[in-house]
T-cell receptor, first 111, second 113 residues
Framework: DAEITQSPRHKITETGRQVTLACHQT?????MFWYRQDLGHGLRLIHY???????NKGEVSDGYSVSRSNTEDLPLTLESAASSQTSVYFC??????????FGPGTRLTVL | DAKTTQPTSMDCAEGRAANLPCNHS???????VYWYRQIHSQGPQYIIH???NNETNEMASLIITEDRKSSTLILPHATLRDTAVYYC??????????????FGQGTELSVKP
């Protein structure tokens, strides 16, 4: 069955380190999204992509970057991790920008 | 995208219908109403969406008032597995709008035995 996966599921890192969170989908969806979820803020959009080599900034993109070299993957990179980036990160994909399918999430702790 | 207002929490007895309200008084004519839910520690899950007609699928029904200023999500026979946070989202469903979902705080539905 087609699916969307995220790895790692849990990550602990130190302030200043570079961290990459992986997102992989097997639906062949063109559209992919990264969100973060924090208590009191709900889910907020970080970056999104409409297709290969396309990337766009969301509402909380500072300190994050993405690249899209193929249809299946949209890795999220924290260039220099900060404690404020401790959060749960969700990746999503969609075919027609209507229904988004979400991954299981990655819990990131920055010490 | 229009702002939505939902109650913070609601309870429902197992087997009864759960009616979750959402106010979106500033909705524009080309904006759709979407409902997602998030079961604890999982990613959000799409439930249903609509523009102005009532919609039904295998999970739920969506009732939109005639003036489109409010809507109600109905889970006809709630089960314990329906305990989750339910998000009502209003947005334009157009490619050039980015497909972005703006999540509010949602309604925490507790289904009790």
């Amino acid at each position: 069955d087609a699916e969307i996966t995220q790895s790692p599921r849990h990550k602990i890192t130190e302030t200043g380190r570079q961290v990459t969170l992986a997102c992989h989908q097997t639906w062949n969806h063109n559209n992919m999204f990264w969100y973060r979820q924090d208590l009191g803020h709900g889910l907020r959009l970080i970056h999104y992509s409409y297709g290969v080599h396309d990337t766009n900034k969301g509402e909380v993109s500072d300190g994050y970057s993405v690249s899209r070299s193929n249809t299946e993957d949209l890795p999220l990179t924290l260039e220099s991790a900060a404690s404020s980036q401790t959060s749960v990160y969700f990746c999503a994909s969609s075919a027609r920008l209507v229904e988004q399918f979400f991954g299981p999430g990655t819990r990131l702790t920055v010490l | 995208d229009a702002k939505t207002t939902q109650p913070t929490s609601m309870d429902c007895a197992e087997g009864r219908a759960a009616n979750l309200p959402c106010n979106h008084s500033t909705i524009s004519g080309n904006e759709y109403v979407y409902w997602y839910r998030q079961i604890h520690s999982q990613g959000p899950q799409y439930i249903i969406h609509g523009l102005k007609n009532n919609e039904t699928n295998e999970m739920a029904s969506l009732i939109i008032t005639e003036d489109r200023k409010s809507s109600t999500l109905i889970l006809p026979h709630a089960t314990l597995r329906d305990t989750a946070v339910y998000y009502c989202i209003v947005r334009v469903s157009a490619y050039n709008q980015g497909g972005k979902l703006i999540f509010g705080q949602g309604t925490e539905l507790s289904v009790k035995p």
